[in-house]
């Protein structure tokens, strides 16, 4: 079945392979274009640098007008990011806008990753340490971004 | 165009005599659509094209563009839905205040 939703995703799909951005990819689940999995490199030169860490998004049929819900499967450590995998986005909320893409979406979270926003913290411990103790919050990254080598 | 003629050099030139004549002219105009972009960011067809809603229900012809005040335009379907959520431009977050409407 086509509809407006389904055929913007895979618009989005065509885009992401035709000009892909670098340091992430994704694609639909093969049953499913309103699942997608992605794949997020973490950026040179950050604490996260080497890590491979997935995530999934989930569209709805009001996609593009409503943002879809993304999530980290891999274990991540960041003060934007909930135990449960759940990003803490403006842009995945409130300030959302039907012009983005999954391009755009998956290049505004690998730009999260470096630039986390104390001020709306979703660990409090990643955003304690963030602030007060960059030795051990680069530590517990570190650790996160060797468990990310290990998931299936 | 070479200004040479007109401006002063170092080096004395005789006067009254200029340096060269113009003897073709050849003026080039360049033309642009009178839109900001030929695609609408929503749906990501291009505005000349009905949008994805409208080719899904082969609805083709009532399928119209909009611009705002801002000067950002869309299929009027696109952004008509998405003013249900929102009544911002979702290009430029001002206040979506319809400037025209056309093909």
New interface residues.
């Given amino acids: 079945m086509?509809?407006?939703a389904r055929?913007?995703l895979m618009?989005?799909f065509k885009?992401l392979q035709e000009d892909p951005p670098a340091g992430v990819s994704g694609a639909p689940t093969e049953d499913n274009i309103l699942i997608w999995n992605a794949v997020i490199f973490g950026p040179h030169d950050t604490p996260f640098e080497d890590g491979t860490f997935k995530l999934t998004i989930r569209f709805t049929e009001d996609y593009?007008?409503?943002p879809p819900a993304v999530r980290f499967v891999s274990k991540m450590f960041h003060p934007n990011v909930y135990a449960d995998g759940g990003i803490c986005l403006d842009i995945l909320q409130n300030r959302w806008?039907?012009?983005y893409?999954v391009s755009a979406i998956l290049t505004s979270i690998q730009s999260l990753l470096d630039e986390p926003n104390p001020n709306s913290p979703a660990n409090s411990l990643a955003a304690q340490l963030y602030q007060q103790n960059k030795r051990e919050y680069e530590k517990k990254v570190s650790a996160i971004v060797e468990e990310s080598w290990m998931n299936e | 165009m070479e200004k040479s003629s007109t401006s002063k050099s170092s080096k004395p030139a005789p006067k009254e005599e200029s340096l060269f004549t113009i003897k073709k002219w050849n003026a080039v105009a360049l033309w642009s659509w009178d839109v900001t972009c030929d695609t609408c960011?929503?749906?990501?067809l291009l505005l000349v094209d009905a949008?994805?809603?409208c080719q899904?229900e082969i609805k083709t012809e009532d399928c119209v563009v909009v611009w705002g005040e801002c000067n950002h335009s869309f299929h009027r379907c696109?952004i008509a839905?998405?003013l249900?959520?929102s009544n911002r431009c979702?290009?430029c977050?001002r206040e979506w205040i319809v400037q025209r409407i056309g093909r």
């Avoid at chain 2, 960011?41 to 990501?44: G, L, M, N, P, V």
């Fill in positions: 086509s509809t407006p055929r913007r618009r989005d885009k593009p007008n409503k806008s039907p012009t893409d | 960011a929503i749906c990501k949008c994805m809603k899904n696109c839905s998405w249900n959520k979702p290009l977050q």
